[in-house]
Every structure is written in C-alpha cells, then in structure tokens.
C-alpha cells in the first residue's frame, strides 16, 4: 500500500513519531471471496464493492481469521458481512449501532447476524443517534475494532465528543488491538459540519489524543474527481467520494 500523496505533508510528523507502516496485514478464513459472491447479498451491496474495494480494504486493516471484531456504528450491516466472511466461524463480529438507531433499522441487523452466525448485535446507551457515550460491554476485549463513514459526525459536533467516541471504542480493545477507521475527506477551508466530511489531519490529531498510535494510511478508497467541495449525499458523488483509510493500534 502507499501512503496517499493528499496527505503525505500533513503526516510527516506522525511518520516518525510512531514507526509509521503501511505493510499489509491480513489472513482471512477460507471461504471470503465466495462470501462476497453469495447470493445472500443483494445487488445493490455488491454493486458497492467496486468502489469500496472490500478484500483491499480488509488486508490493509489487518482482520485475520479467528479474531473478535467491534464494528462501530455497523448500520444496515454492509462491512458487517465482510467482518463476518474474514474472520470465520472461529472469530466473533459484534455490531453495534447506538439505541437511536434501532427503531430506524428495525428487524435487519438481527436477521443478518441470524444468517452469517459470528455475529451479535449490541444496542449502546443514548437516546440520540450520535450519542458518543458507547459503554460497550464485551465478553473480553476485543482484538480489532472497525468504524466506516462514521467518525465523523461526532468530530464535528466538537472535540470532546470526537473524543469520547474513540475514547468507547478504545477501552473496548485489548492491548495491541487496531482499529480501522475510513470516513469522507474533507478539506481544512470547508464547512465540514454541513458537508459530512471531515480533514484527515483531524482525523489522526483526535486518534492520537485518544491514546492510539496511527500505524499506516491508505489511499487505496481515494477518489480524485471530487474535490471536497460537495455534500456526500449529493448525486455526482454518492457513494463514490474520496475517502481516508487508517489503521491506529492501541499500545501494548
């Protein structure tokens, strides 16, 4: 993998300051490609997988047969299934989506995870959908956790809620445990808040006052015909804006 040019002079101090890497990590359960090509995916997930380049993205962060996944803010459940295909019947994906959400996702998490068999869903405290209080209660810490589109609605909603988020999804990892992290690019200048985006030097700055080292970056979701400019839902980019990809890792 290498390291995403766009971002390469913001990143020059973390590079040294964490031993930065960009190796590619990664061996998942037999059987992961004929889970991309199940037909118990729809079209319409499928569809995704040009631009959301699935067994890339999953390498690069590192999910291995056998581990214990925490995905974060999980939603509909479409990376859900790729954690589910990568770590097997001997690893463990537990999807979480705050108790605001539940209403709006109704039967469809807990049909998926009925379906796949590694997977449990768990609803966190809050009322509000972005409510960064996570208290996550897990059975044991978990190895990896994985978080896509999502951090940031609670950056920018201030720092201290930004914090907060990793902070829930940090406590939840063991020891050495990565997370991985894609979200909507941003440019510094832009109203961010209003665009669904947010600057990937925000990004890392958030993950390392959480305590996490950055332990590589990607551009392998970047899309250079959108130049930050738009909204995410707008039309001539739904679905196919540029994006960052991170791994951190909780210190030993």
Same mark, same amino acid.
């Given at each position: ?12 101090? %973390?590079?040294?300051?964490?031993? %930065? ?21 729809? /079209?319409? +997930? =499928?569809?995704? &997988?040009?631009?959301? =380049? ?11 047969? @056998? ?5 974060? %803010? ?42 796949? @068999? ?8 809050? #009322? +509000?959908?972005? &409510? ?11 190895? /990896? ?6 951090? $940031? ?22 020891? @050495? ?6 979200? $909507?690019?941003?440019?510094? +200048? ?5 665009? $669904?985006?947010?600057?990937?030097? =925000?990004?890392?700055?958030?993950? #390392?006052?959480?305590? %996490?080292?950055? *332990? @590589?970056?990607? &551009?392998?979701?970047?899309? #250079?015909?959108? *130049? ?5 839902? &707008? ?16 210190? +030993?």
């Amino acid at each position: 993998m290498t390291v995403s040019n766009r971002a390469g002079c913001l990143l020059t101090g %973390f590079i040294l300051a964490t031993g %930065f890497s960009t190796t590619v990590l990664g061996e998942f359960a037999e059987g992961f490609s004929e889970a991309l090509a199940s037909p118990n995916r729809s /079209a319409e +997930e =499928k569809e995704r &997988d040009v631009s959301r =380049k699935p067994a890339q993205v999953m390498e690069f962060v590192g999910i291995e047969a @056998g581990m214990t996944v925490l995905e974060i %803010f999980a939603g509909g459940g479409w990376y859900t299934e790729l954690l589910s295909a990568a770590v097997g019947s001997d690893g463990m994906v537990y999807a979480q989506n705050p108790e605001g959400f539940r209403e709006r996702l109704g039967e469809a998490p807990e049909l998926r995870a009925a379906r796949l @068999g590694n997977v449990e869903v768990i609803y966190t405290l809050g #009322t +509000e959908m972005f &409510d960064p209080r996570l208290n996550i209660e897990l059975p044991m810490q978990a190895d /990896a956790a994985f978080t896509a589109l999502n951090l $940031h609605d609670y950056a920018n909603r201030g720092d201290e809620t930004g914090l907060a988020f990793l902070t829930g999804i940090y406590d939840a990892l063991a020891p @050495g445990g990565i997370l991985g992290v894609i979200d $909507h690019v941003g440019a510094v +200048e832009q109203n961010n808040t209003d665009l $669904h985006r947010m600057s990937e030097l =925000k990004a890392q700055q958030l993950l #390392t006052s959480a305590g %996490f080292v950055i *332990d @590589g970056v990607s &551009d392998i979701l970047e899309n #250079t015909s959108d *130049d930050h400019s738009l909204g995410i839902r &707008d039309p001539a980019i739904r679905y196919n804006t540029d994006r960052m990809l991170l791994r951190a890792r909780k210190p +030993e």
